[in-house]
Protein backbone atom coordinates (compact mmCIF):
# COMPACT_ATOMS: atom_id res chain seq x y z
CA UNK A 1 0.00 0.00 0.00
CA UNK A 2 0.88 3.44 -0.63
CA UNK A 3 1.02 5.77 2.74
CA UNK A 4 2.10 8.92 0.18
CA UNK A 5 -0.74 11.72 1.07
CA UNK A 6 -2.20 12.15 -2.26
CA UNK A 7 -0.95 15.55 -3.26
CA UNK A 8 -4.32 18.14 -4.13
CA UNK A 9 -4.79 19.99 -7.45
CA UNK A 10 -5.52 23.38 -7.42
CA UNK A 11 -9.08 23.63 -9.15
CA UNK A 12 -9.87 24.85 -12.26
CA UNK A 13 -12.06 27.51 -11.38
CA UNK A 14 -9.50 28.79 -9.04
CA UNK A 15 -6.84 29.53 -12.15
CA UNK A 16 -9.89 30.89 -13.78
CA UNK A 17 -10.61 33.37 -10.88
CA UNK A 18 -7.17 34.32 -11.09
CA UNK A 19 -6.85 34.74 -14.27
CA UNK A 20 -9.86 36.78 -15.51
CA UNK A 21 -9.51 38.75 -12.47
CA UNK A 22 -6.28 39.67 -13.15
CA UNK A 23 -6.98 40.49 -16.84
CA UNK A 24 -9.60 42.11 -16.09
CA UNK A 25 -8.13 45.00 -14.33
CA UNK A 26 -5.14 45.06 -16.69
CA UNK A 27 -7.67 45.71 -19.35
CA UNK A 28 -8.96 48.38 -16.94
CA UNK A 29 -5.70 50.10 -16.49
CA UNK A 30 -4.74 50.42 -20.42
CA UNK A 31 -8.00 51.70 -21.12
CA UNK A 32 -8.07 54.34 -18.48
CA UNK A 33 -4.40 55.37 -19.83
CA UNK A 34 -6.08 55.01 -23.20
CA UNK A 35 -8.76 57.03 -22.58
CA UNK A 36 -6.93 59.54 -20.40
CA UNK A 37 -4.64 60.07 -23.92
CA UNK A 38 -7.91 59.98 -26.36
CA UNK A 39 -10.11 62.04 -24.50
CA UNK A 40 -7.80 64.95 -23.73
CA UNK A 41 -6.75 65.01 -27.56
CA UNK A 42 -9.74 63.29 -29.82
CA UNK A 43 -12.79 64.25 -28.17
CA UNK A 44 -13.12 68.36 -29.12
CA UNK A 45 -13.48 66.42 -33.03
CA UNK A 46 -17.09 64.58 -32.53
CA UNK A 47 -15.26 61.27 -31.31
CA UNK A 48 -17.55 57.69 -31.11
CA UNK A 49 -16.22 55.31 -28.51
CA UNK A 50 -18.48 52.77 -30.34
CA UNK A 51 -16.39 53.05 -33.27
CA UNK A 52 -12.98 52.48 -31.55
CA UNK A 53 -10.95 50.11 -30.00
CA UNK A 54 -11.86 51.63 -26.56
CA UNK A 55 -15.28 50.11 -26.88
CA UNK A 56 -13.41 46.67 -26.65
CA UNK A 57 -11.26 47.15 -24.38
CA UNK A 58 -13.81 48.02 -21.91
CA UNK A 59 -16.16 45.36 -22.67
CA UNK A 60 -13.28 43.03 -21.89
CA UNK A 61 -12.33 44.28 -18.96
CA UNK A 62 -16.20 44.36 -17.69
CA UNK A 63 -16.67 41.00 -18.87
CA UNK A 64 -13.62 39.27 -17.28
CA UNK A 65 -13.70 41.42 -14.20
CA UNK A 66 -17.11 39.97 -13.36
CA UNK A 67 -15.76 36.64 -14.46
CA UNK A 68 -12.87 36.55 -11.87
CA UNK A 69 -15.40 37.39 -9.40
CA UNK A 70 -17.88 35.00 -9.88
CA UNK A 71 -15.35 32.38 -10.50
CA UNK A 72 -13.61 33.25 -7.23
CA UNK A 73 -17.05 33.72 -5.73
CA UNK A 74 -18.42 30.20 -6.61
CA UNK A 75 -14.76 28.39 -5.37
CA UNK A 76 -14.60 30.13 -2.22
CA UNK A 77 -18.10 28.26 -1.91
CA UNK A 78 -17.02 24.90 -3.04
CA UNK A 79 -14.29 25.27 -0.97
CA UNK A 80 -16.33 25.93 2.24
CA UNK A 81 -18.55 23.05 1.84
CA UNK A 82 -15.35 21.03 0.87
CA UNK A 83 -16.41 20.05 -2.95
CA UNK A 84 -12.84 22.06 -3.58
CA UNK A 85 -9.14 22.04 -2.99
CA UNK A 86 -8.37 24.43 -0.41
CA UNK A 87 -5.11 24.98 -2.07
CA UNK A 88 -7.17 27.61 -4.32
CA UNK A 89 -8.14 29.40 -1.85
CA UNK A 90 -5.45 32.66 -2.68
CA UNK A 91 -5.78 32.14 -6.32
CA UNK A 92 -10.21 33.32 -5.64
CA UNK A 93 -9.18 36.14 -3.19
CA UNK A 94 -6.75 37.43 -5.88
CA UNK A 95 -9.51 36.74 -8.44
CA UNK A 96 -12.12 38.07 -6.91
CA UNK A 97 -9.93 41.47 -5.16
CA UNK A 98 -8.53 42.37 -8.62
CA UNK A 99 -11.73 41.65 -10.50
CA UNK A 100 -13.57 44.33 -7.89
CA UNK A 101 -10.74 46.81 -8.74
CA UNK A 102 -11.09 46.34 -12.38
CA UNK A 103 -14.75 47.03 -12.38
CA UNK A 104 -14.25 50.03 -9.70
CA UNK A 105 -12.03 51.50 -11.90
CA UNK A 106 -14.29 51.16 -14.95
CA UNK A 107 -17.48 52.25 -13.50
CA UNK A 108 -16.18 54.79 -10.60
CA UNK A 109 -12.76 56.52 -11.66
CA UNK A 110 -13.32 56.66 -15.44
CA UNK A 111 -16.61 58.11 -16.01
CA UNK A 112 -15.75 61.99 -14.15
CA UNK A 113 -12.92 61.59 -16.27
CA UNK A 114 -14.68 61.51 -19.62
CA UNK A 115 -17.64 63.66 -18.15
CA UNK A 116 -15.56 67.05 -17.01
CA UNK A 117 -13.67 66.51 -20.23
CA UNK A 118 -17.17 66.55 -22.27
CA UNK A 119 -18.52 69.16 -19.93
CA UNK A 120 -15.43 71.55 -20.84
CA UNK A 121 -16.41 71.61 -24.30
Not at 83 to 99: A, L, M, N, P, T
Request: charged letters at 15%.
Amino acid sequence: MNNEAKKEKTGVLSIAAKVTGLSGLLLAIILLTVVLVVVFSVLANNWNIYNTPEFVISTSSIILSISGVACGAIDLRRIKTAKSSEKGRVFDIVGIVSGVIGLAIRFIVMPPIVLTQIIRI
